[in-house]
């Protein structure tokens, strides 16, 4: 029930085109969605995050959009550029609550090609 | 400022020997974490710090892992009698608050290759 899905596993994109990765989770007890990208050699940093109250939040080229009934949340990366090429993460935590309910999906691995 | 930094960046230890892996937060932050993260895998929570108190050690896979902040800065991972499949990146993270929401800020990890 910790469990968080993520799909697809990589990814390959055109530069400017649209990237989009998936990801799913069980407990409804999470209420705290963030997103991490993570450049090779480097630790994950903090990309864009979501409370289950929205359905929508974007900044920049990043959206995240949040289904709550069913459990779902994705990634778009408008405008995809080589730079943006990474691994990046999904995860779900909750508010009053730290440590192992903060669980990271499997990661997806972007490729933009110029 | 200075970010989170972990040392050493890479480690390799024979199996059986003990190693010790170091954390030094952004200062003031509260909260520490640990996590282990597999070659192409998602990081896994390994260990919860708030201050000095370890409020969360759930995720340690045995109890050949050991974790400390004695002063509520600094931490370190201690993995004694290491075996092949301790091999992975250790990363650390610390972040202002105590609340399961809210911003963790990453080290750059540290990567141990039991061999």
């Known amino acids: 029930q910790q469990q968080v899905k993520q799909s697809p596993q990589s990814l390959i994109v055109q530069k400017g085109g649209i990237s989009i990765i998936n990801c799913a989770y069980e407990?409804?007890?999470?209420?705290?969605f963030p997103w991490y990208q993570q450049f090779p050699g480097k630790g994950p940093a903090l990309l864009i995050a979501?409370?289950?109250?929205?359905s929508e939040k974007k900044e920049g080229r990043f959206t995240i959009s949040f289904n709550k009934s069913a459990k779902q949340f994705s990634l778009h990366i408008m405008d995809s550029q080589p730079g943006d090429s990474a691994t990046y993460f999904c995860a779900a935590s909750m508010k009053d609550n730290y440590g192992q309910n903060f669980v990271f999906g499997p990661g997806t691995r972007l490729s933009v090609l110029p | 400022g200075a970010g989170v930094s972990q040392s050493p960046r890479y480690k390799v230890a024979k199996r059986g020997q003990d190693v010790a892996l170091r954390c030094d937060p952004i200062s003031g932050h509260v909260s520490l974490f640990w996590y282990q993260q597999a070659l192409g895998q998602g990081p896994e929570f390994l260990t919860y710090f708030q201050n000095e108190a370890q409020l969360d050690k759930s995720g340690l896979p045995s109890d050949r892992f050991f974790a400390e902040r004695p002063e509520g800065s600094v931490s370190t991972l201690k993995i004694q009698r290491t075996q092949q499949e301790d091999s992975a990146v250790y990363l650390c993270?610390?972040?202002?608050?105590?609340?399961?929401?809210?911003?963790?800020?990453f080290g750059p990890g540290t990567r141990l290759t039991v061999l």
């Open positions: 979501i409370r289950p109250d929205v």
């Open positions: 993270a610390s972040s202002y608050g105590t609340s399961g929401i809210g911003e963790q800020f």
């Open positions: 407990n409804t007890a999470f209420d705290y």
